[in-house]
């Protein structure tokens, strides 16, 4: 082999290796854009604070809440269980390192209705499956869940069922909520670790 | 000349094909979703409905919704288009090659938001979200901590 089929060789090598490689580090879609809007406009795709409730009612290890609030909303309020992955920090760090497991379902939910369809929107663009939203946020959850009061006289079994599943995530959230700091986040570890021994299996 | 230098020409070559056929490879999408989804995060995209009066007419206004009763009084020119048929190349062309401001616009804000992610990533400008609540994303609630519900419950 000569010095210019040597050359040639080496070229289409770091040739192959560059056509590999992404182009920056930065990231972009990587679903088609006919595919990623079959994707978005699934109504599958939403989930209702009274589903959510439910989820948190019954310790659903297969979801995990994604709160896109400030750390200070969040330190403030939250729904138990949840996480905070702030909506402006969203691209900085990789969604895929939090979002990739796809046995679990990735709930957003923000104040409103914004920051939770525009997270969605890229992560499902970024191909991270299994990402859904709670339909409403924050703002949604207080008028529905914490508010949730019955005046009637008779109550229909699937109306009872509704309305005691919101009572007991009523109940979990102002407990949860109204903890000291420092118990809060230990309380969140604590059901962190539940869940990786339920996982696991026994110790 | 040529025939000395073939198998150099042959490698430029392959080289060639390799970076355009990544370059058409990125299914439309611009490179980097950050700088793209940029407005959404300081909210500059959304424009209020009671604003939209002010506009110059060059606006090309997109109705996502079922009703088209909502947006008829305004100066701008109007498509009604279901979300799912955005990207049809009927839709599509005009979307991309308007000159002014593309405003899309939904009674559910959800759906105004994914549409406006997956165009603004396809590289999409001055394309706006109209909004009849300027505050979706203003805490409604308050929390009072000892407002710990009845143990009784």
């Excluded at chain 2, 959304?46 to 604003?51: D, N, S, V």
């Excluded at chain 2, 009927?90 to 406006?116: C, E, Q």
Aim: hydrophobic share 40%.
């Amino acid at each position: 082999m000569n010095t210019r089929q040597k050359f040639s060789a080496g070229l289409l090598i770091i040739g192959f290796i560059l056509a590999l490689l992404p182009l920056s580090g930065s990231r972009s879609f990587t679903v088609r854009p006919q595919k990623l809007l079959g994707e978005v406009l699934d109504s599958n795709t939403w989930f209702t604070v009274d589903q959510v409730a439910r989820f948190i009612v019954t310790e659903d290890s297969s979801v995990q809440i994604i709160d896109l609030r400030t750390p200070e909303e969040f330190k403030t309020v939250n729904i138990p269980g949840s996480i905070n992955l702030p909506y402006n920090k969203f691209l900085d760090i990789d969604p895929a390192r939090l979002l990739s497991n796809g046995k679990t379902k990735n709930i957003f939910y923000s104040n409103g209705d914004f920051d939770s369809n525009f997270a969605l929107a890229i992560a499902r663009g970024l191909n991270l499956k299994n990402t859904f939203v709670m339909k409403g946020g924050l703002n949604e959850w207080f008028n529905t869940v914490m508010n949730s009061t019955f005046t009637g006289e008779r109550i229909s079994a699937r109306e009872n069922a509704l309305f005691e599943t919101r009572t007991r995530a009523k109940k979990m959230f102002s407990e949860m909520n109204s903890m000291p700091d420092s118990l809060k986040l230990k309380f969140i570890q604590s059901t962190h670790l539940a869940a990786k021994k339920l996982d696991g299996g026994c110790e | 000349m040529v025939k000395k230098n073939r198998e150099v020409i042959v490698i430029v070559l392959i080289l060639l094909l390799l970076i355009l056929f990544r370059e058409t490879g990125k299914n439309h999408f611009k490179s980097d979703a950050k700088k793209w989804a940029e407005s959404s995060i300081n909210k500059s995209d959304i424009i209020i409905t009671e604003k939209l009066g002010l506009s110059d007419g060059k606006n090309l206004l997109i109705n996502l919704d079922k009703d088209t009763s909502r947006l008829k009084k305004n100066n701008s020119e109007l498509l009604n288009i279901s979300p799912d048929s955005i990207l049809s190349k009927k839709y599509i062309n005009s979307i991309m090659k308007h000159d002014g401001p593309v405003l899309l616009f939904s009674t559910n804000p959800g759906v105004s938001a994914r549409v406006w992610m997956l165009l603004s990533q396809m590289g999409r400008k001055k394309l706006y979200i109209l909004s009849d609540k300027a505050d979706d994303e203003v805490p409604k609630y308050k929390f009072k901590p000892d407002s710990v519900p009845d143990k009784n419950l």
